[in-house]
């Protein structure tokens, strides 16, 4: 002190110091002392200011340690950090560094962070000069290299640094944020793109089914904007009536649970267009809320191409199934009745006719006449017979021109027919549309198809079209079965006999066999029918319990576990096999097997049937010569497909015909390969004669050779069509040599006994007619050619039982003669009697070749025995029955009456009602008893009705119960699904009393 007043008097500056004092009371301070020098009352003195600064010297060292303090946070903080004044860097921290990879902080003391900024993130204002605290700035992009871009959000803040105000500067790294950012928007603009254009219709609702969103398929598949979707729910998309929107809303709740959902929707857009569409429901996310995801394609185009195609296929099963019958049709009515039911699921049908002509006359033959009354199609069993096809009116079209004849009537023609049959009273309801159809071969209509429909333009060019078409496939069929009537004889007796015996196992011809397939011994024989053990030549108690494997062959053992499990996993088997005699002797069987259940086990029903005779038939065949078993490969008939006279195809029925072993050997070969050689040219035109036409037929007769250069007669049905999108000829080929043998041989044959004055009959085996002369015609009624080809049972008038016929064939099929009288039916319905003669005509072998009948007539003595009996009836019978009839009937129409009365005035519930009505029944039949009494004695006809035998039974019953006493029950055990008959109620019931009364009695 002494020293700086010193320095102060001598004229030397002395600084302000800051020194420690005490104060009187001893505290120690810190004062600032600030000497000068003045002069006080004229003299040099030294003015000495003393200022307290403890506390100010306090606060300077509590800022400085928290200086120190806030400088290592700003240098250690987590995040970069810069302090900027006056516009430049002047601190900068750790992370900062690593931020900017740089070596040290110095390098960037001194610059501006607004300039360390990319230019197209700017960083203005960030002095704060604009009098605002703290400011903040996202995602600004710095430069760190060049190949490397760093982007942060900035957190600016006015401080002070080192007494001088300052920004503190806080960067937050948000680059790989940022990068992820990009990368999400960059993902979203394009799933938004895809959203907006998808193919499919994209709906976004939420779980209550509001739109939240729509892409631009949806707009373009309804025509409304967007805007005009958004908040409302899909029930103005819907085309009334056409959608169940309760269960659409179940498949939004369901997809809305996670379960997707896929539905069909009809829509109907802005225009007023309804279209169906495929609706795909899915849960999703849409921004963080659950919502639904729906998926929608219109499927308008797959719609019509759906009926296009099912279109097509339905015409190529209706053509199909038209083939099929016309191949399977066993008889004419079998083939109108199959056919007609065919028809009727395609073409809108009323009524149908099918109608075919004997060869070379004006006569037809109807083939089936359907017809819908009472709301029901079914069969109509009288028809006129008499109508002329060729006189009426269609027959310039139909029969001259070969074409198909299309009719559609107005109203008022339709109401004028009505009319006119009413007036008749013969009323038929008559049909507004009419299809008619001539069944051409070659220049020759061999039928006629009539379908019928009673609805106003039911009939299109289309069903024409196709009417044609059915036409073409069908006329070989009906020429078929126009001129081999013993062939529709055959099957006509085979599916009588199927329909007899199908129920009787023990009298079956077929083998029956019943196997428990899970034997302990294995497959083993439960049960057989008669002709099977004996065929096998055991006992019935050898048979039954004998395994399986004693049946077969040792080739065959081996696949018979094959077969067993293709039984028991299939419904039905079929397959050829050998089996093994007691004698060792084998022949072969075609066995249809199937699994059956019986009293809960499971066995396998095998019928079996011997096949040696058709296997020999088949060995006598050409090896070429087999027979498909499906749609196309069953026909009888060859098939092919040519363009430019090349074969496409062809059936194996066509590759044998000409005997090649494949169809495949033949495709590619010309069609001049198959034709004679010494009138190729000439066969090769008829073939070439549609090559230019489109939708023509023709029908012609060439001489064709076969592969080891032998020839064949055949006739060929051929038609152009279009062959995967080109013109081709598709023809059909019959191989009609053994035709025209047979033809000869019965012109032959009809020579032997023309001239005879007896009536005679020549059959085949099968009682086939296959000959008569004149007077046959004038006993029968049949001309020569309506009776050719039927079977004898054309002439069973069904007045004799059938032991009589079984009799008759059992002697002559033995070598014998047969003798006795027939009662038998004309043409015209009339009943004649005849004494007939048969005898078997035999070759030189001996062997049975045809039958022969010698027919006299002896109607008038018949009738005179008739009289007589008649007579003696009316003399035993009259007197009886006129004298108690009137008596009887007044007794009747007392309890009738009275029965009558009762039923009224009794409730239906009171038991006597039931009493009451038995009594009134029992009146009724009594009163039909009396006129069957009148009714004989008069020689009068017997009233005939349709009935079912089941009601007749259950009806009488009740008084049955009555005529018998309670120690003897009366059981009924009634077949469901009995045919109609036609018969007199009370004579039946008459019958049935009859016959419990002998039961009784007895």
């Known amino acids: 002190v002494k020293r700086r007043f010193e320095g102060l008097l001598s004229g030397q500056k002395q600084p302000s110091t800051i020194e420690r004092i005490f104060d009187f009371e001893g505290n120690e301070k810190e004062v600032e002392v600030t000497s000068r020098r003045t002069i006080f009352k004229g003299k040099p003195a030294l003015l000495v200011i003393i200022i307290d600064i403890s506390e100010r010297q306090k606060a300077e060292r509590e800022l400085k340690q928290a200086e120190r303090f806030y400088r290592r946070l700003f240098e250690f903080a987590p995040h970069p950090e810069i302090i900027q004044c006056e516009g430049k860097i002047v601190a900068i921290n750790r992370e900062a560094v690593q931020f900017f990879k740089i070596s040290t902080a110095s390098e960037l003391i001194g610059k501006s962070v607004a300039k360390l900024a990319a230019k197209d993130t700017p960083l203005s204002g960030i002095d704060l000069n604009n009098g605002r605290t703290t400011r903040s700035y996202r995602n600004i992009k710095f430069k760190i290299d060049k190949n490397e871009e760093r982007f942060a959000d900035i957190t600016a803040a006015r401080t002070f640094y080192a007494g001088q105000s300052a920004v503190q500067l806080v960067f937050h790294d948000v680059t790989e944020l940022y990068h992820a950012m990009e990368k999400l928007r960059e993902s979203e603009e394009t799933y938004r793109e895809l959203f907006d254009k998808s193919s499919e219709a994209i709906y976004v609702q939420d779980k209550d089914g509001f739109f939240i969103d729509v892409n631009r398929g949806v707009l373009n598949m309804y025509g409304y904007s967007k805007s005009f979707f958004i908040g409302k729910r899909p029930d103005f998309l819907s085309a009334p009536g056409m959608n169940d929107l309760n269960i659409i809303k179940k498949h939004i709740e369901r997809a809305f649970q996670g379960e997707p959902q896929q539905f069909e929707f009809w829509g109907i857009r802005k225009n007023g267009e309804v279209f169906p569409k495929i609706v795909r429901l899915n849960k999703g996310k849409y921004f963080g809320k659950d919502i639904i995801l729906a998926f929608a394609v219109d499927i308008s185009e797959q719609k019509k191409t759906e009926q296009s195609l099912k279109k097509s296929n339905e015409t190529l099963e209706l053509m199909n199934a038209v083939s099929q019958i016309g191949i399977s049709s066993r008889s004419p009515e079998d083939m109108a009745e199959r056919l007609a039911h065919v028809l009727k699921r395609r073409f809108p049908i009323d009524a149908f006719i099918l109608d075919g002509f004997y060869p070379g006359t004006d006569k037809y033959y109807g083939f089936g006449n359907f017809d819908t009354r009472d709301g029901e199609f079914k069969k109509v069993t009288q028809f006129d017979t008499n109508f002329n096809w060729k006189k009426s009116r269609k027959r310039r079209v139909l029969f001259n021109e070969r074409r198909s004849l299309c009719i559609l009537r107005s109203r008022a023609q339709v109401e004028q027919i009505e009319l006119r049959r009413r007036k008749n009273n013969n009323f038929v309801k008559a049909s507004a549309s009419l299809i008619y159809v001539p069944l051409v071969l070659g220049s020759t209509v061999m039928g006629v198809l009539s379908i019928q429909s009673y609805q106003y333009k039911a009939y299109t060019p289309e069903h024409l079209q196709l009417a044609n078409r059915i036409g073409m496939q069908i006329a070989p069929a009906i020429e078929r079965l126009m001129l081999n009537m013993e062939l529709i004889e055959q099957a006509e007796k085979l599916r009588e006999n199927e329909m007899r015996y199908r129920l009787l196992f023990d009298l079956a011809m077929d083998y029956i066999l019943i196997i428990d397939p899970y034997h302990k011994q294995g497959p083993t024989i439960v049960d057989a029918n008669e002709s099977a053990f004996k065929m096998h030549g055991y006992t019935r108690e050898e048979f039954i319990g004998l395994p399986l494997t004693k049946l077969e062959t040792p080739k ?447």
């Not at 034709?675 to 070439?688: G, I, V």
């Not at 009747?892 to 009505?917: P, W």
């Open 556 to 1002: 065959n053992k081996k696949r018979m576990k094959q077969r067993l499990q293709e039984i028991l996993s299939k419904e039905n088997v079929i397959f050829e096999t050998v089996h093994i005699c007691k004698n060792g002797s084998q022949f072969p069987v075609e066995v249809n097997a199937q699994l059956i259940e019986l009293q809960g086990r499971s066995y396998i029903y095998a019928m079996e049937r011997d096949i040696s005779e058709r296997k020999k038939a088949e060995e006598a065949l050409k090896q070429s010569e087999t027979k498909y078993r499906q749609l196309v490969n069953n026909a009888l008939t060859g098939i092919y497909i040519t363009q430019g006279s090349v074969i496409q195809f062809c059936n194996q029925q066509f590759a044998e015909m000409f005997g090649y072993q494949t169809a495949d050997a033949l495709v590619g070969k010309h069609i001049k390969e198959l034709l004679a050689p010494q009138s190729w040219e000439k066969e090769y035109k008829k073939f070439r004669q549609l090559e230019n036409s489109n939708g023509q037929t023709s029908r012609f007769e060439f001489q064709g050779k076969k592969k080891d250069g032998s020839l064949l007669v055949a006739e060929a049905l051929c038609a152009s069509i279009s062959f995967e999108g080109k013109h081709a000829i598709q023809g059909t080929i019959i191989d009609i040599t053994e035709r025209r043998r047979a033809e000869e041989s019965v012109t032959r044959l009809a020579t032997v006994v023309e001239q005879s004055v007896e009536a005679i009959e020549i059959t085949d085996l099968d009682g086939t007619i296959q000959y008569v002369n004149k007077a046959m015609e004038n006993l029968s009624g049949y001309k020569r050619t309506e009776i050719i080809g039927q079977n004898t049972r054309i002439h069973k008038s069904g007045r004799h039982d059938q032991k009589i016929y079984s009799d008759l064939w059992e002697t002559i099929l033995s070598g014998k003669k047969w003798q006795g009288i027939f009662i038998n039916k004309r043409k015209d319905g009339s009943i004649y009697y005849e004494k007939a003669v048969i005898f078997p005509i035999k070759d030189t072998s001996k062997n049975i070749i045809n039958f022969a009948a010698i027919h006299r007539d002896i109607t008038l003595e018949r009738k005179l025995e008739q009289q007589i009996q008649q007579m003696q009836k009316m003399e035993a019978i009259g007197t009886l029955t006129g004298g108690i009839a009137h008596d009887f009937n007044n007794l009747l129409t007392v309890i009738n009456g009275h029965a009558e009365i009762g039923l009224m005035r009794v409730n239906e519930k009171d038991r006597v009602h039931s009493d009451l009505l038995s009594i009134l029944n029992a009146g009724k039949r009594a009163e039909r008893l009396t006129s069957q009494l009148l009714a004989f004695s008069r020689k009068q006809i017997h009233e005939l009705k349709i009935v079912q035998i089941n009601d007749v039974i259950s009806e009488l019953e009740k008084i049955l119960l009555r005529l018998i006493p309670e120690n003897i029950s009366v059981s009924t055990n009634l077949s469901d699904g009995l045919p109609y008959i036609k018969a007199d109620p009370a004579q039946i019931e008459q019958i049935l009393i009859n016959l419990i009364v002998n039961a009784r009695d007895a």
